[in-house]
């Protein structure tokens, strides 16, 4: 979902960390976490982005409708640029109390309420805008998350974070982390 994946000059949720794509570390990030219904939005997604040139809100909105047909109430919405974030840099968002939030300077990842959001969200809108109307609580991000948060939008910022995630794997198949 979102945009052409540009800056990098290749589809990010194809992209492979460490040997496993971006789309399918995101999802077992999500499993991880609790997520009962894992979806994802565009390309070779599960879900159609029904709302082509939609940018993020376009996707997040797609994938919502289908939750929404499944049941889910509650939604965690995770960056295919991010697949480098881990559990830990998601708890606070998952323990956060009330409608949802996000952290202060990042958009994405969000936790929410379906209830909470806009009923005039719009594809198109920038996801500040969605994260405000729905109301959600903006928390401090831990500096060290904050990096993997951000993401890879450029090959530089991807080589970067690669070398992290390759040295973070290592140490935890040795025991050292």
Same mark, same amino acid.
């Given at each position: 979902?979102?945009?052409?994946?540009?800056?990098?000059?290749?589809?990010?949720?194809?992209?492979?960390?460490?040997?496993?794509?971006?789309?399918?570390?995101?999802?077992?990030?999500?499993?991880?976490?609790?997520?009962?219904?894992?979806?994802?939005?565009?390309?070779?997604?599960?879900?159609?982005?029904?709302?082509?040139?939609?940018?993020?809100?376009?996707?997040?909105?797609?994938?919502?409708?289908?939750?929404?047909?499944?049941?889910?109430?509650?939604?965690?919405?995770?960056?295919?640029?991010? *697949?480098?974030? =881990?559990? /830990?840099? !998601? %708890?606070? @968002?998952?323990?956060?109390? &009330?409608?949802?939030?996000?952290? #202060? $300077?990042?958009?994405?990842?969000?936790?929410?309420?379906?209830?909470?959001?806009?009923?005039?969200?719009?594809?198109?809108?920038?996801?500040?805008?969605?994260?405000?109307?729905?109301?959600?609580?903006?928390?401090?991000?831990?500096?060290?998350?904050?990096?993997?948060?951000?993401?890879?939008?450029? *090959?530089?910022? =991807?080589? /970067?974070? !690669? %070398?992290? @995630?390759?040295?973070?794997? &290592?140490?935890?198949?040795?025991? #050292? $982390?």
């Amino acid at each position: 979902m979102g945009g052409a994946s540009s800056r990098m000059g290749a589809d990010k949720a194809c992209l492979e960390w460490n040997g496993v794509s971006a789309s399918e570390r995101c999802a077992r990030l999500a499993r991880a976490v609790g997520a009962n219904l894992v979806l994802t939005v565009g390309g070779a997604g599960d879900v159609p982005d029904d709302r082509p040139g939609g940018g993020p809100v376009g996707g997040i909105l797609s994938g919502i409708d289908r939750l929404v047909e499944a049941g889910c109430s509650r939604v965690l919405v995770l960056a295919v640029d991010a *697949p480098t974030a =881990r559990a /830990a840099d !998601l %708890a606070p @968002l998952l323990d956060a109390p &009330g409608d949802g939030a996000a952290y #202060d $300077g990042l958009h994405l990842p969000m936790v929410f309420e379906v209830d909470a959001l806009s009923v005039d969200a719009e594809a198109g809108w920038p996801v500040a805008r969605l994260v405000e109307r729905a109301g959600l609580a903006r928390l401090a991000c831990d500096p060290e998350a904050a990096m993997r948060l951000r993401g890879a939008n450029t *090959p530089e910022e =991807r080589s /970067a974070l !690669l %070398a992290a @995630l390759i040295a973070h794997e &290592g140490a935890q198949q040795s025991g #050292d $982390g």
